[in-house]
C-alpha cells in the first residue's frame, strides 16, 4: 500500500484500517473514527484529533509532537514509544493505554483519565498533569522531573524508582501509592501530609524522619531538599 498523505485534509470519518507510515501531518481529524486503525510510524505532527476516537488503535511510534487531542478517545491504545512532546491531551481518556517509553515531554494532561495506563519509563518531564486520574497507573521508571501533578490522583500508582527531581505533587493523593526507591522525591515539592497514605515512608529514601526539619510548622509546600542521611 502506498503511504497515505492526506496533509491539511478534512477528514470527519476516515475507516481505514491499515495507515502505517501515513503522513497525517496538519490533516484535520477532528471527531474521526480511527478505533482500531493501524498508525505504526504515522506522522500526525500537529494533527487536530479533538475528540477522535482511537481507542484500541495501534500508535507505536507515530510521531504526534503538537497534535492537539483534546477530550480524544485513546483508551486501551497502544501509543509505546510514540513521541507526544508538546501534545495537547487534556481531558483526554487514556485509560489501560499503554504508554510505556513514551515521549510525553511538556505535553497538557490536565484533568486527562490515565487509569491503568502503562507509563512505564515514559517521559513526562515538565507535563502538565494536574487533576489527571492516575489510578493505578504504572509509572515505574518513569521521568516526572518538573511535572506538573497538582491534586493529581495517584492512589495505589506504581512510582517505584520514578525520578520526581523538581515534581509539584502538593494536594496529590498518594494514597497506597508504591515510592519505593524514588530517592529524588527528596527533591520534589510535597506536603508530608501528603505521603502518610503513601505505601513508602521517608524511611525507604533512606532519611530518618528526625533528620527533616522544615523551616515552619505548617507549610503549604515543603521542599524536601538537602536532606543528610
Given at each position: 500500500?502506498?503511504?497515505?498523505?492526506?496533509?491539511?485534509?478534512?477528514?470527519?470519518?476516515?475507516?481505514?484500517?491499515?495507515?502505517?507510515?501515513?503522513?497525517?501531518?496538519?490533516?484535520?481529524?477532528?471527531?474521526?473514527?480511527?478505533?482500531?486503525?493501524d498508525l505504526?510510524?504515522?506522522?500526525?505532527?500537529?494533527?487536530?484529533?479533538?475528540?477522535?476516537?482511537?481507542?484500541?488503535?495501534?500508535?507505536?511510534?507515530?510521531?504526534?509532537?503538537?497534535?492537539?487531542?483534546?477530550?480524544?478517545?485513546?483508551?486501551?491504545?497502544?501509543?509505546?514509544?510514540?513521541?507526544?512532546?508538546?501534545?495537547?491531551?487534556?481531558?483526554?481518556?487514556?485509560?489501560?493505554?499503554?504508554?510505556?517509553?513514551?515521549?510525553?515531554?511538556?505535553?497538557?494532561?490536565?484533568?486527562?483519565?490515565?487509569?491503568?495506563?502503562?507509563?512505564?519509563?515514559a517521559d513526562?518531564?515538565?507535563?502538565?498533569?494536574?487533576?489527571?486520574?492516575?489510578?493505578?497507573?504504572?509509572?515505574?521508571?518513569?521521568?516526572?522531573?518538573?511535572?506538573?501533578?497538582?491534586?493529581?490522583?495517584?492512589?495505589?500508582?506504581?512510582?517505584?524508582?520514578?525520578?520526581?527531581?523538581?515534581?509539584?505533587?502538593?494536594?496529590?493523593?498518594?494514597?497506597?501509592?508504591?515510592?519505593?526507591?524514588?530517592?529524588?522525591?527528596?527533591?520534589?515539592?510535597?506536603?508530608?501530609?501528603?505521603?502518610?497514605?503513601?505505601?513508602?515512608?521517608?524511611?525507604?529514601?533512606?532519611?530518618?524522619?528526625?533528620?527533616?526539619?522544615?523551616?515552619?510548622?505548617?507549610?503549604?509546600?515543603?521542599?524536601?531538599?538537602?536532606?543528610?542521611?
Amino acid at each position: 500500500m502506498d503511504i497515505l498523505s492526506i496533509s491539511g485534509s478534512k477528514i470527519l470519518t476516515l475507516q481505514a484500517e491499515i495507515l502505517v507510515r501515513a503522513n497525517l501531518r496538519y490533516a484535520n481529524l477532528r471527531y474521526a473514527n480511527l478505533s482500531d486503525a493501524d498508525l505504526r510510524y504515522a506522522d500526525l505532527r500537529s494533527a487536530d484529533l479533538r475528540g477522535a476516537d482511537l481507542s484500541y488503535a495501534d500508535l507505536r511510534r507515530a510521531d504526534l509532537r503538537r497534535a492537539d487531542l483534546r477530550r480524544a478517545d485513546l483508551s486501551d491504545a497502544d501509543l509505546s514509544d510514540a513521541d507526544l512532546s508538546d501534545a495537547d491531551l487534556s481531558d483526554a481518556d487514556l485509560s489501560d493505554a499503554d504508554l510505556s517509553y513514551a515521549n510525553l515531554s511538556y505535553a497538557n494532561l490536565r484533568g486527562a483519565d490515565l487509569r491503568s495506563a502503562d507509563l512505564r519509563s515514559a517521559d513526562l518531564s515538565d507535563a502538565d498533569l494536574r487533576d489527571a486520574d492516575l489510578r493505578p497507573a504504572n509509572l515505574r521508571r518513569a521521568d516526572l522531573r518538573r511535572a506538573d501533578l497538582r491534586r493529581a490522583d495517584l492512589r495505589s500508582a506504581d512510582l517505584s524508582d520514578a525520578d520526581l527531581r523538581g515534581a509539584d505533587l502538593r494536594r496529590a493523593d498518594l494514597s497506597g501509592a508504591d515510592l519505593s526507591d524514588a530517592v529524588n522525591l527528596k527533591y520534589a515539592y510535597i506536603r508530608i501530609v501528603d505521603l502518610e497514605k503513601a505505601k513508602t515512608s521517608l524511611l525507604t529514601l533512606g532519611k530518618s524522619q528526625d533528620e527533616i526539619k522544615p523551616k515552619q510548622k505548617e507549610p503549604r509546600a515543603l521542599r524536601l531538599i538537602d536532606i543528610k542521611r
